[in-house]
């Protein structure tokens, strides 16, 4: 957790830029009956029906000292798929910076063997060289500032039916398109020592000799 929080703490530096990354699986679903439409004073209205069109997975990533968000649409969520993911962020949306400072969580696909499954090894190591990986400790995913703009993506795009990935991917275009006119930032103001005392409990006891 204080390894999380000491790299929120850090200055603004745009060679090394702090990015938060996550995942979210969507669910896909389809209309069996045309939904009523919206009338004055009256919500759109859908059938208690539906059909079940099988998944798809969104990887999110997120600067937030300056809003700057990358999402992408997958099929599944393999570490080749994360991979892949990674290479775009690190070649398309960071080219400048000299290495990227990445928060997620633990799970088995967010480490360089990843990119080993994906690339040949001479690609792997490039790729691994540009990030710097630290990694929220269990039960800590709150610590991932990644989590909040998913949940504002959730709210502001995803919060209704969406039969398929081509519809998802144009929506989630759309809603890019709109949040880069005016960004959304995250501010964090959780620190180390905002840490040690609110969560005094969750530190070892040490008696002093």
């Known amino acids: 957790m204080e390894d999380v929080l000491e790299v929120y703490a850090r200055p603004y530096d745009p060679e090394y830029p702090q990015v938060c990354m996550d995942e979210l699986s969507k669910q896909l679903i389809g209309e069996i009956r045309v939904p009523l439409p919206a009338k004055p004073g009256q919500p759109e209205k859908y059938d208690s029906e539906y059909e079940r069109n099988g998944t798809a997975n969104i990887f999110f990533a997120i600067e937030p000292v300056v809003g700057k ?3 992408s649409v997958t099929e599944r969520r393999t570490k080749a798929d994360w991979a892949i993911f990674m290479r775009e962020l690190i070649d398309d949306r960071y080219p400048n ?3 990227i400072i990445l928060v997620s969580d633990n799970l088995n696909p967010h480490t360089p063997a990843s990119f080993y499954e994906a690339f040949s090894p001479e690609e792997a190591r490039r790729l691994t060289k540009k990030i710097e990986f630290h990694h929220t400790p269990k039960h800590g995913s709150w610590l991932n500032m990644a989590e909040t703009g998913l949940s504002v993506l959730s709210r502001q795009c995803l919060d209704r039916r969406i039969a398929d990935r081509e519809t998802l991917q144009k929506e ?5 398109e709109a949040d880069r006119k005016k960004p959304v930032k995250i501010v964090w103001r959780f620190t180390t020592a905002d840490a040690r005392i609110k969560l005094k409990k969750l530190y070892p006891s040490v008696e002093s000799c």
């Open 97 to 99: 910076a000299k290495k």
């Open 172 to 176: 989630i275009a759309a809603w890019k």
């Open 69 to 71: 968000k990358t999402v």
